[in-house]
């Protein structure tokens, strides 16, 4: 029955022929792919998908798409048209209750925070519609724009220019928006965040500490020496009063305990989100029954109530300083859109809805852009109020509404009352948001993860502390991208070899112990999304290591590499010094009688290859589509030719 | 024969357990992959790695070895030791010839680019050993030391900061070679060479205009703009001699046309390379004849002969400027490093030899120490030099001494001679060098190869044209970098499919329109080396998107994504941001009830999901070593459970 070993063999030829008729078919697939769209059409097509977010939609087809398309695109506007069409008063008491809360934990942080960002309070609470200025862009704002006029110089120079900022924050927004650049935002990496904000949160409280103790002489620099030194300086020269002191810490200490009591009891929410409200109104009233004002107890003073006046005179759209101004405007709305859709992906996702990134960018640039005008300064989503929001049972928008109206309400009445409240309570009730800022398991976390990672945090940590605001956003954005070029850089190489079991699955022999290289064939994977010019040099000098190494190391047993198969399958794309690479590649080892073997190029990577007619010179017999193909090839050759394995 | 029904299905379970059985285990290989090495060993490896050569070789285990260590060492210190032994009288009769012809090409040239470098001639003579100064970084020394001082105001403060750049550069140049830092040259890719070469060569040909056409008030500053305004100034103001211009051109003409006979015949090598020695010969004989100096004519004048004085005292290592001069120390040595390997390369690839780049650096640097301290300034290899040397017909490095001493002796005696050279004859002598840099064809190429490649290339020459010197190597550099960030940005994700004919190969279902998706599985390949913060939201958002609009297509033929296997082999590294997206994608996944199944993740990023506890929120079932197992895998899930179909 066994077959006469003649005919063995020319059933093993003709074996032999079927898989090399495979093969070539295979590889024709590979060298007939798609022709390379042009540089114009590519262009073109790049710039659309970022601009426009569905090509297919935006030219509607018939009317009726039309007009669905229109509705949809005013419910993006404006959202009241989706749900208030079901709205109904059970939703409303909800809203109420949860609105009336925000109210009462928006009104003290937004004073602290305008007196955070050297602006008087009321410019804190005009802006209160839906979200509302935050801890770390009032912080920013006032470290940069200190750089270019002193408050307490020029205070009306200095509230110009906070709106001109806020103005162009909110017109980099909508631009970043609706040219659908949302990625910008990622350029703060998470572990960036995590460093950026403990950093802030320190250097917010360490301001919090010239309210506090209640020092008339601080420094505009907001690094910890500087303010240290500030601090020490007071304690020398100046006569405090403890009374700030002892009034600050024991409401700061009431504070806590209330949200220490709500976490426990979650019925009791409402408790630590009206415990600031009631911190400020039972201190102003003390203060001023006891006129505790006269003896050293320092207080807000500035205030004008009514509604938001027009600020577009103050406006400045020249000047020496324009320059300074458009930069600061890029950064504050960034860090502001960066922090807002942190925010509202963490609820996206609790609550299980889609954010649209982009949308919110044009919605928050816009709302910055009014206002700009409106006397308001740059105002962001922020998470403690979104939290508050939600566990006071909030529905739908209409609780905002509500705390609108409540917060317009206090403008007008409550004015003559806040002229008393002490700077201490609202320090303490800016510290007391504080401590949510600092994650140290996040940080802890981000160490066990990737040290890499936990030098971002850090350099973003010790920027913000040691240096300024600004520089520890630029330290953590440039080790990130430091990190990306580094990896590029360090691209590696590794052997690949046959797992057992398989016909054509070819794995790393340091992932997999178990796979087995084939004889006389050294497979290379490059490790690297990109073979440019950062990393084609080392990559050429690795390959032609392994083939020295090997040739080395088994001298003994006559097992030489006689074809070397590069795996391109990871490289995504390729500049013109990686293609120079690869022809001295195959120069080198065509000089040493070892051919080169390409398996599994990328499209983008044989098209560069086609237009630099680098096929020509590796020869298009050298390209295969996958390993086993490559290694078919190579054993089929050396079993033509015998003599090659003596070469 | 055939089975019955019963049996056919209980084998066919069988057979299902069997791949069941194989994808388990292949999935444990996947799982029990080796345990991630420590922070600190990674550190060190990744350290020694960089700076150690061959780490087996460095700590010799015997005597012999470390005898031959020893020696290989000393070969490499002082390569006379490897072919001194060698050495025939027949060569030394090639190498004296060639030596002699690099010297007559030699002297004019380094006299003509230490004027460009506003130093006095002889310091460009001085340094002859081997290489010797080149036009573009004579062009970066002047540009950049001249922002410091000016050479027409204080030229010993001038030259004496020049030397000081030199000890900087040859510093920096040794220490990146000693900590094998070699791969730093490639930060200036091919195209951001070409592109520098070409504006630095249109550059240098503008400055030697003033003494082509013998200027006294030139301008400090290099950009094309400021040149040709000082040239058109200088004509209405100054009173020009046209010999200058004649002198200079006749000869230009001369030596051009040397160089094309030259071309023409090989046998007349030496022409060219002659021709310039003898134009200055010639021209410098003329004018000491006819006196033309005392008629408009500018001539050299300043020229000390004599051997290389000591310059140690004339080093600063203090004063104001020290951190400049270290930057510019820093830049000079690297361009000059850039220009030496990219040479040494094309040799070596020409010839078949193996070029150390780290060595050349260390071999450099201290040449340039070595300079700096006996009146030489900054060097490296020169392209031409080299060139010429070879088609002389050079056999070792006796070559280079023999062009050494024939320079010593002319510094001896031609002392006298020089003083008459006439400037423009060095102006034509540069200027002939000019159009081999200027590589109008391989900026062609790149065009047609590599588009980003080519932005690089013009962005270089625009800026070193246009602006400066450094500012041009700054955009190069910076250009390259932010194109491997946007491709880390922009990256993208495929849908694969299998190939006909195939048991286990999936491809991009774009580059392989023949490949066939399986029903109700969606593979999609991300396309990055790197998951990190830079494109982890886009990705999720573009894998969602997928989902949604494949579900949205197919709704017609009841064909919904019902399993998504997400195939990770490119994915090189991953960063916590990536990590939290990936944990973000399955659950939104799962909410709309389909499973995520992840293939083939790499090595590192197994251990980091591993140590971020990943495999937990994922589910260790779900994760396949190939795509085919993972298709498996989903299948007889779908057929255990027919349900799952309509979900």
Redesign the interface.
């Known amino acids: 029955m066994c077959p006469q070993p003649n005919e063995s063999i020319s059933i093993e030829l003709q074996q032999l022929q079927l898989d090399a008729d ?1 093969r070539n ?2 590889t024709q ?2 060298l007939n ?2 022709e390379p769209p042009s ?1 114009c059409n590519e262009l073109i097509n ?1 710039v659309s998908e970022t601009v426009l977010p569905q090509k297919n939609n935006f030219f509607p087809s018939n009317s009726k798409q039309c007009k669905a398309g229109v509705f949809s695109f005013l419910q993006g506007l404006f959202p009241i048209l989706s749900w208030g069409r079901n709205y109904k008063a059970n939703m409303f008491k909800h809203d109420l209750l949860a609105g009336l809360t925000l109210a009462s934990l928006c009104i003290p942080q937004s004073i602290g925070y305008a007196n955070l960002a050297n602006l008087e309070p009321q410019y804190g609470l005009f802006h209160e519609l839906a979200i509302g200025p935050v801890a770390v862009v009032s912080l920013l704002l006032s470290a940069m724009v200190t750089n270019i006029v002193d408050p307490a110089v020029d205070p009306i120079a200095y509230t110009s220019f906070v709106f001109t900022v806020t103005f162009f924050a909110g017109t980099f927004q909508a631009a970043f928006g609706l040219l659908r650049l949302g ?1 910008l935002v ?7 965040i995590v460093g950026f904000m403990g950093g802030a949160a320190i250097i917010i409280g360490l301001q919090q500490l010239k309210s506090l103790i209640g020092i008339s002489h601080f420094t505009n620099k907001t690094d910890v020496v500087s303010v240290l030194r500030a601090v020490f300086r007071s304690f020398h020269d100046e006569a405090l009063s403890p009374m700030n002191f002892i009034l600050g810490c024991s409401f700061l200490i009431f504070i806590l305990v209330t949200r220490f009591i709500g976490k426990r009891n979650k019925k009791l929410f409402w408790l630590p989100a009206i415990a600031p409200l009631l911190s400020v109104i039972v201190a102003t009233l003390m203060v001023y029954l006891t006129k505790a004002d006269q003896h050293g107890v320092k207080i807000v003073k500035h205030f004008k109530g009514g509604l938001n006046p027009s600020s577009i005179h103050q406006l400045q759209f020249n000047g020496p300083h324009l320059g300074q101004v458009t930069k600061i405007g890029l950064i504050c709305g960034l860090v502001a859109l960066t922090e807002a859709i942190a925010v509202g992906r963490s609820f996206a ?1 609790m609550k ?1 809805y889609h954010l649209d ?1 982009n949308k919110e960018m044009v919605a928050m640039g816009f709302m910055n852009i009014v206002g700009s005008l409106t006397s308001c300064y740059t105002a962001t989503g922020s998470f403690s109020r979104t939290a508050v929001n939600f566990s006071a049972g909030c529905e739908t928008v209409v609780s905002n509404i509500v705390m609108a109206i409540t917060v317009f309400i206090s403008l007008e009445l409550l004015t003559k009352l806040l002229y008393y409240t002490p700077l201490a309570i609202l320090a303490s009730v800016i510290l007391s948001a504080l401590p949510g800022l600092i994650d140290i398991n996040e940080a802890y ?2 160490w ?6 936990f030098i971002v945090c850090i350099g973003a940590f010790s920027g913000v502390l040691f240096v300024s605001v600004e520089i520890g956003l630029l330290i953590a954005v440039g080790i ?2 430091a ?3 580094l ?4 691209a590696s190489t590794e052997v690949q070899g046959r ?1 057992p ?5 070819f ?2 022999i ?5 796979a087995t290289s084939t004889s006389g064939i050294l497979i290379i994977r490059i ?4 073979l ?7 990559i050429r000098e690795r390959v032609m290591k392994l083939v020295t190494h090997t040739n080395g190391n088994e001298e003994n047993t006559k097992e030489n590499v006689h074809f070397v198969v590069l795996d391109m ?2 490289v ?2 390729v ?3 990686g ?2 690479m690869l022809e ?1 590649l195959h ?2 080892l065509v ?1 040493q009688n070892i051919p080169l073997t390409i398996a599994n190029p ?2 983008r990577v ?1 098209n ?1 290859m086609k ?2 007619k680098c096929f020509d010179k590796l020869g298009k017999g050298w390209i295969f ?2 390993i ?1 193909d490559a290694v078919d090839a190579c054993l089929s050759l050396k079993i033509a030719d015998p003599s090659s394995t003596n070469c």
Chains 1, 2 share one sequence.
């Not at 079991?501 to 699955?505: A, K, M, Q, V």
């Not at 440019?532 to 080392?538: E, G, I």
């Open positions: 495979g078919e295979r697939w590979l792919s798609p540089f790049s990625f990622d350029f703060l990496s998470h572990a960036a996702s299980g990134g976390h981000i066990k993860v990737d040290k890499m990672d990130s991208f990190r990306i070029i990896d590029t850089i360090r797992l079991g398989t016909l054509d699955t794995c790393d340091t992932q997999y112990p178990g490790n690297s999304g990109s440019c010019f950062a990393n084609s040099t080392s399958s990871n995504m794309s500049d013109t010094s293609i120079v001295e120069r080198e000089s990328r499209l044989i560069k237009t630099a589509l996958t086993g």
